[in-house]
């Protein structure tokens, strides 16, 4: 649809940025802080690995004052369980404590939004010995863990997160690192761990209500819309399939309190349904978010399954993501996205589809709190970084943004990823999407200076005019 007039940014959007504890802060085993499975898990030794990050732990004064300059009205990030409750349960590290009331008084004083999330990937390495989430334990630690971090934080924090891409954890738990062994949880495994999941999210998320009335939580889901291969049916179906099971299913739990019928047949049918509790479906209903955040980078596209293995691919340029099913769906290109240098597909005009489509479903704001586009970004030796293709990326995506708005999508703001360099999960620092470049390499830490990229100027100005300088 092409809209006669233009539908401006609201007044109050939250144009942000996004980071995660793991990612950014480094500090791994200082002052307190237990190991997470992110620390103890296998990850290629030929990047940069998380003991030091990109130092945001013993520099964040610095860096959220980069981010008052910038102009951010909000700022996503991470608290890390390890740093709070290093045994997971029991006792809080008053060090941990004393470090994220030094970021959000910080932020505060500065006029931007701190959006915290709950958990990022980096369950206690504790708890994973005991079982992590196919452990009914872990419900409880994570409920105590989030109370703790209300009673502590709740007088600062006005926008909660719970679990950060609970889908990316459970169909491609490789995502992450494998375990020591190198061997991934059974799918079995993986859906009960989803259960207990969302078992626990919707506790916090009543907890949170409670506690702080005047908060809002919601979950953050990495979402997108997919495109069958061709006008086949058969095609059809199978988006249908994957654009359910990898999006739809995850949401519809943490909003709606039930499982979605498409995703249960498909658990039942293959021997894959969680074992449930007396009492878990209504305690799945207690669950009521606030918003729906959304991590979007890229599209995908279906073909129908021929039901063999060879349904089953890797991701271009990631190995550790399989695409494919047999019996479900199978990956296919499309002539008509582009694509990075690491082969994601980028589709601008995807985020606003996706933004349509998961307002229509569930009539809650959302907020986006990752969009973003990895590259090998240069310093020259003038000092500067010229990361165009970054700002042209962003552009576009905020076009489609403003667009949603005119569909009526009341999106809350904008977090792309990330605000600063950090590492990149699988290339490290080879594949950055910050703001601000940090001066350090995979293995060599150099002088980890911060230093104003192109887009940092950029963003700056998009923020200052509220969207109307693009």
């Not at 007396?278 to 596209?301: C, F, H, M, R, W």
């Not at 998009?462 to 109307?468: P, R, Y």
Request: hydrophobic share 40%; with cysteine.
């Amino acid at each position: 649809m092409i809209y006669q007039q233009p539908s401006p940014f609201p007044a109050g959007f939250l144009w942000g940025a996004s980071t995660s504890a793991y990612q950014v802060e480094g500090a791994w085993n200082e002052d307190g802080k237990s190991a997470s499975v992110i620390d103890m898990y296998q990850h290629s030794a030929d990047t940069a690995d998380f003991t030091v990050a990109s130092d945001h732990y013993h520099r964040c004064i610095e860096d959220v004052r980069l981010f008052a300059e910038l102009g951010l009205k909000a700022y996503r990030f991470s608290i890390a369980w390890t740093r709070i409750i290093p045994g997971g349960t029991g006792e809080v590290n008053p060090a941990g404590v004393a470090f994220y009331r030094r970021l959000i008084d910080e932020l505060n004083r500065h006029g931007i939004e701190p959006i915290a999330t709950l958990y990022h990937f980096d369950l206690p390495w504790c708890l994973q010995q005991q079982g992590g989430w196919e452990n009914r334990a872990t419900i409880d630690a994570f409920v105590d863990y989030a109370r703790t971090l209300f009673s502590l934080f709740g007088d600062s924090v006005r926008h909660w997160l719970t679990i950060n891409e609970q889908n990316t954890l459970i169909l491609h738990p490789g995502a992450v690192g494998l375990p020591p062994g190198g061997v991934p949880p059974t799918a079995k495994s993986l859906w009960q761990q989803n259960h207990h999941m969302m078992l626990a999210q919707a506790q916090v998320m009543a907890l949170c209500h409670r506690m702080l009335p005047a908060a809002k939580i919601g979950p953050a889901i990495n979402t997108t819309s997919m495109y069958p291969e061709h006008c086949k049916p058969e095609d059809a179906i199978a988006a249908h399939n994957w654009e359910t099971l990898r999006g739809w299913s995850f949401l519809d739990l943490a909003v709606h309190g039930r499982y979605n019928m498409l995703h249960w047949r498909y658990l039942t049918d293959r021997g894959l349904a969680p074992d449930m509790a007396e009492g878990d479906a209504a305690i799945l209903l207690q669950g009521k978010p606030d918003y729906v955040a959304i991590n979007y980078y890229s599209t995908a596209t279906i073909a129908a399954s021929r039901g063999d293995a060879s349904d089953v691919s890797a991701r271009a340029g990631d190995q550790q993501i399989m695409l494919g099913e047999p019996g479900v769906y199978r990956a296919a290109e499309n002539p008509f996205v582009g694509k990075t240098r690491y082969g994601w597909v980028v589709d601008p005009v995807g985020l606003r589809l996706t933004l349509r489509k998961t307002y229509e479903r569930y009539h809650l704001p959302i907020l986006i709190t990752e969009n973003g586009i990895g590259a090998p970004d240069e310093l020259q030796a003038d000092g500067t970084i010229a990361d165009d293709y970054r700002i042209d990326f962003l552009r576009q995506h905020i076009q489609q943004v403003q667009l949603a708005l005119a569909d009526g999508v009341p999106v809350m703001g904008y977090c792309p990823w990330s605000a600063i360099d950090v590492v990149s999960t699988h290339q490290g620092y080879g594949k950055r999407y910050g703001f601000v470049y940090v001066n350090r390499g995979e293995h060599d830490l150099k002088d980890l200076r911060r230093i104003r990229k192109q887009s940092f100027g950029w963003y700056q100005r998009v923020i200052a005019s509220n969207g109307q300088t693009l």
